[in-house]
């Protein structure tokens, strides 16, 4: 018996397995190539509408830099609104939506919508879970929720996983809701958080912390300060957005 299939044999076996096989095989190769065409359209389609998302928005922050947010006309006021909506509608899976949604807020703010701009911040906050900008529209809320002086609902916007580059920037701010609530030892406790936090990276921040900690440490106890002309000694209770 010949220890090898004869060039007739091998290619009589090829052919009964292509006869069992081939479709499937066919298949798989149309459906990987479909796959693959499909993911391309689809990354591309998702660059196109960064791309737009991207120039309406710009379209946005030329409108808003003309004037105040209290102070746009009518129809710019108008104009800009319409943008918003638009990028929150048809281009939800960008990131311009959510900086639609911020830009309401501060438009809201301005116009003395609390309510409504407090919504806007929350939708991006619930759209944006795990995202930087989840941690810019809770601090915004926050303090929107500090100027309208409900603290326990500002202190509770800012509870969870913080990243450590805003750390001490959340622990201030903390600092500053318990403060307008009256509650220097608490806020004492917020503060010196943030200074631990910040370290030497931030001197200006440094400076400003240090003032407001020893606003309510008790007389006898001072912290030495960084020597700082440009900060402020009290803290603002925002009623909104900053810029």
Same mark, same amino acid.
């Given at each position: 018996?010949?220890?090898?299939?004869?060039?007739?044999?091998? @290619?009589?076996?090829?052919?009964?397995?292509?006869?069992?096989?081939?479709?499937?095989?066919?298949?798989?190769? =149309?459906?990987?190539? =479909?796959?693959?065409? $499909?993911?391309?359209?689809?990354?591309?389609?998702?660059?196109?509408?960064?791309?737009?998302?991207?120039?309406?928005?710009?379209?946005?922050?030329?409108?808003?830099?003309? $004037?105040?947010?209290?102070? @746009? &006309?009518?129809?710019?006021?108008? $104009?800009?609104?319409?943008?918003?909506?638009?990028?929150?509608?048809?281009?939800?899976?960008?990131?311009?939506?959510?900086?639609?949604?911020?830009?309401?807020?501060?438009?809201?703010?301005?116009?003395?919508?609390?309510?409504?701009?407090? &919504?806007?911040?929350?939708?991006?906050?619930?759209?944006?879970?795990?995202?930087?900008?989840?941690?810019?529209?809770?601090?915004?809320?926050?303090?929107?929720?500090?100027?309208?002086?409900?603290?326990?609902?500002? &202190?509770?916007? @800012?509870?969870?996983?913080?990243?450590?580059?805003?750390? $001490?920037?959340?622990?201030?701010?903390?600092?500053?809701?318990?403060?307008?609530?009256?509650?220097?030892?608490?806020?004492? =406790?917020?503060?010196?958080?943030?200074?631990?936090?910040?370290?030497?990276?931030?001197?200006?921040?440094?400076?400003?912390?240090?003032?407001? &900690?020893?606003?309510?440490?008790?007389?006898?106890?001072?912290?030495?300060?960084?020597?700082?002309?440009?900060?402020?000694?009290?803290?603002?209770?925002?009623?909104?957005?900053?810029?």
């Amino acid at each position: 018996m010949a220890e090898h299939l004869t060039d007739e044999q091998q @290619l009589e076996s090829l052919k009964q397995w292509w006869k069992e096989n081939g479709l499937q095989l066919v298949l798989i190769v =149309a459906l990987a190539v =479909a796959g693959w065409y $499909a993911w391309q359209q689809w990354q591309g389609n998702k660059k196109v509408r960064a791309e737009m998302g991207s120039l309406i928005y710009i379209e946005m922050m030329d409108i808003a830099s003309r $004037a105040p947010l209290s102070a @746009l &006309l009518d129809e710019q006021r108008e $104009a800009l609104v319409e943008k918003s909506e638009l990028l929150k509608k048809d281009y939800a899976s960008t990131q311009y939506a959510h900086y639609a949604g911020l830009l309401l807020a501060k438009l809201a703010v301005a116009e003395k919508r609390l309510d409504d701009a407090a &919504l806007e911040l929350q939708t991006v906050i619930d759209n944006t879970q795990g995202q930087e900008l989840s941690h810019i529209a809770r601090m915004r809320l926050a303090r929107l929720e500090m100027g309208r002086k409900n603290y326990p609902e500002a &202190l509770s916007i @800012l509870e969870g996983d913080t990243p450590p580059a805003i750390l $001490a920037n959340v622990a201030e701010l903390r600092g500053d809701i318990h403060l307008f609530a009256g509650d220097q030892a608490a806020a004492r =406790a917020a503060y010196q958080a943030a200074l631990d936090a910040i370290g030497n990276d931030d001197q200006r921040l440094k400076a400003l912390i240090e003032l407001k &900690l020893n606003q309510v440490l008790p007389a006898a106890v001072v912290v030495p300060t960084v020597s700082s002309s440009a900060v402020s000694t009290a803290p603002e209770a925002d009623s909104g957005d900053e810029s």
